[in-house]
């Protein structure tokens, strides 16, 4: 079964101060998807990212970048220098490409960004 | 181009009374979800349409929960009776086709069972 673990809860950064936020996972399954979605107060899932299984590159977007390390299975996420505006929850999500029934997302527990002016 | 649409925004019931939320999903988007969120937890698949057929409905808890989308756009999801537990965000998002193509999320209803 896929599963995807945040180990952090809550991070606190000062406004201008690199965060990272981390995501392991787990899938039996060689291809899949790996994405991240914000959530601000507003509440609804904003979509950052999608990376498959097979292209390890890194990705910068901005004041965003992307580690993925298929060796750790892990894909991890920066922030740099970062603004009050980041402020939101950040979810890891996997998908299978290649199941049966469907592509769901499954989601990590997420990990709450506050960043102070 | 609009986004995925629900409404309402917010629902507060009392236990065992029925409840409905409505999506409409992002225009030509063939494939349709439902999931849940749980404060504080990551949301979870509750059911997957492609086009008007159910693909997975694995985690929907048949004896209380229904949805249906009988023309392939909008979607409903039903809850009859509901339970304390069922107090969550029930988010609908939308894909354009291919399994695996990226999902884009509506605003969520946020309810509350009493």
């Known amino acids: 079964a896929q599963k995807v673990t945040q180990a952090q809860t809550e991070i606190s950064v000062v406004e201008k101060e690199d965060v990272t936020l981390d995501c392991v996972y787990e899938t039996r399954d060689t291809t899949y998807y790996l994405f991240w979605y914000k959530q601000p107060p507003s509440g609804e899932l904003v979509f950052l990212i999608r990376?498959?299984?097979?292209?390890?590159q890194n990705e910068i977007s901005g004041r965003y970048s992307w580690n993925f390390q298929k060796s750790t299975s892990s894909f991890n996420f920066t922030i740099t220098a970062s603004q009050v505006v980041d402020s939101a929850v950040y979810f890891c999500?996997?998908?299978?490409?290649?199941?049966?029934?469907?592509?769901?997302?499954?989601f990590g527990g997420g990990t709450r960004v506050l960043v102070k002016p | 181009e609009a986004g995925v649409a629900q409404s309402p925004r917010y629902k507060i019931i009392e236990k065992r009374q029925s409840v409905a939320f409505w999506c409409n999903p992002i225009?030509?988007?063939?494939?349709l979800y439902w999931y849940q969120q749980i404060l504080g937890q990551g949301p979870k698949l509750l059911i997957q349409?492609?086009?008007?057929?159910?693909?997975?409905d694995s985690q929907l808890p048949k004896d209380r929960f229904s949805a249906e989308r009988l023309k392939g756009v909008d979607s409903t999801l039903k809850i009859q009776p509901a339970k304390l537990e069922d107090s969550a965000v029930y988010l609908c998002?939308?894909?354009?086709?291919?399994?695996?193509?990226?999902?884009?999320f509506g605003p969520g209803t946020r309810l509350t069972v009493l």
């Open positions: 225009s030509g988007h063939a494939t």
């Open positions: 349409f492609q086009n008007n057929g159910v693909v997975d």
């Open positions: 998002a939308s894909s354009p086709r291919s399994r695996t193509d990226t999902q884009y």
């Open positions: 990376r498959n299984s097979f292209d390890e």
């Open positions: 999500a996997l998908s299978e490409a290649r199941r049966a029934a469907g592509n769901k997302l499954t």
